[in-house]
């Protein structure tokens, strides 16, 4: 459980998201930014255990097998990643409306990403027995990179704009390996449910 705790706090990014929740809570009185990050992380949360658990239900209707979601998931981790690695491309996500976000971008698809959420709907096709396990993944995750982006503004303080870049630079190379790991276990899942056996 905290291995994979870990590998969500990564695929979260909170650290990368400490300038990005700044620049967007700017337009919101400061007396309400509190209570709005706490808000959009709780819907956050929401996102990430409803994917968890409704996730595989959808693969199933979406006739979606396993080995392509988490081949998917790589893809998109991927992707994610290589920004994070060489920022020569930066996404705005502010919006010329000044009214407080809800729901979009702060809790999804900044926090609650689709890297996220794709590997907790991977988690979500395991053993069905293991939900206590894979729910207490996706708090104690959550619970972490919420700490981190809540006292964003202590962590900005203390190891600067550079630490901040440095940081979201490495967080990027591990979760590229991470990504070309997800995708050889589902290329691995998939060859193996392909091959026929030889009598």
């Known amino acids: 459980m905290i291995s994979n705790a870990v590998l969500l706090f990564f695929v979260i990014d909170p650290f990368g998201l400490i300038p990005l929740y700044a620049a967007i809570l700017r337009r919101v009185p400061a007396a309400r ?28 209707a979406m006739h979606i097998s396993e080995p392509a979601m988490t081949i998917s998931g790589a893809l998109i ?13 930066k996404l705005s996500m502010e919006s010329d409306d000044a009214s407080e976000p809800f729901i979009v971008p702060l809790a999804t698809p900044l926090f609650a990403g689709p890297s996220a959420l794709a590997f907790v709907m991977v988690m979500g096709t395991e053993a069905a027995a293991n939900w206590v396990s894979w729910l207490g993944t996706v708090c104690l995750a959550w619970a972490g990179a919420s700490a981190i982006v809540l006292l964003g503004h202590v962590f900005a303080r203390l190891i600067g704009e550079r630490g901040l870049v440095a940081i979201e630079r490495l967080t990027g190379m591990f979760l590229v390996a991470i990504a070309v790991e997800m995708l050889l276990s589902g290329l691995s899942r998939y060859l193996g449910h392909s091959t026929v056996p030889v009598n």
């Open 33 to 60: 930014r509190t209570r709005v990050l706490v808000r959009e992380l709780l819907f956050a949360l929401v996102a990430l255990i409803l994917f968890l658990f409704t996730g595989k239900y959808v693969l199933r």
């Open 77 to 89: 981790l991927f992707l994610i990643a290589l920004p994070m690695i060489f920022p020569t491309i």
